[in-house]
Nanobody
Framework: QVQLVESGGGLVQAGGSLRLSCVAS????????MGWYRQAPGERRELVAD???????NYADAVKGRFTISRDNAKNTVDLQMNSLKPEDTAVYFC???????????????WGRGTRVTVSS
């Protein structure tokens, strides 16, 4: 019904920057929340940042002041600008979205496949 596709991951040195992008496609009536989560090896998936359709944002303490989430409601995209990257930011980053499928109230809540970010020291 809905697909989320991430891009922009890669290898960067500590102190560097990356920009992740996620585009949602498929049967979309509207998207209420979009967000980015990450999962490091052996760790649980954790929230990085999320953003509502009215651009209210929420950040994990570990990334506040370094990462910025933004979205384009017309294009169904959400981006994550990551600055001052640290080795501990190394993880697979997943896009997440809560999608309204129509005026009948049906919704979809799911994940992209992830994009890997590696920060070298």
């Amino acid at each position: 019904q809905v697909q989320l596709v991430e891009s922009g991951g890669g290898l960067v040195q500590a102190g560097g920057s990356l920009r992740l992008s996620c585009v949602a496609s498929g049967r979309i009536f509207s998207i209420s929340e979009m967000g980015w989560y990450r999962q490091a090896p052996g760790e649980r998936r954790e929230l990085v940042a999320d953003i509502t359709s009215s651009a209210m944002t929420n950040y994990a303490d570990a990334v506040k002041g370094r990462f910025t989430i933004s979205r384009d409601n017309a294009k169904n995209t959400v981006d994550l600008q990551m600055n001052s990257l640290k080795p501990e930011d190394t993880a697979v980053y997943f896009c997440n979205a809560l999608v309204s499928l129509g005026s009948d109230g049906s919704t979809w809540h799911g994940w992209g496949r992830g994009t890997r970010v590696t920060v070298s020291s």
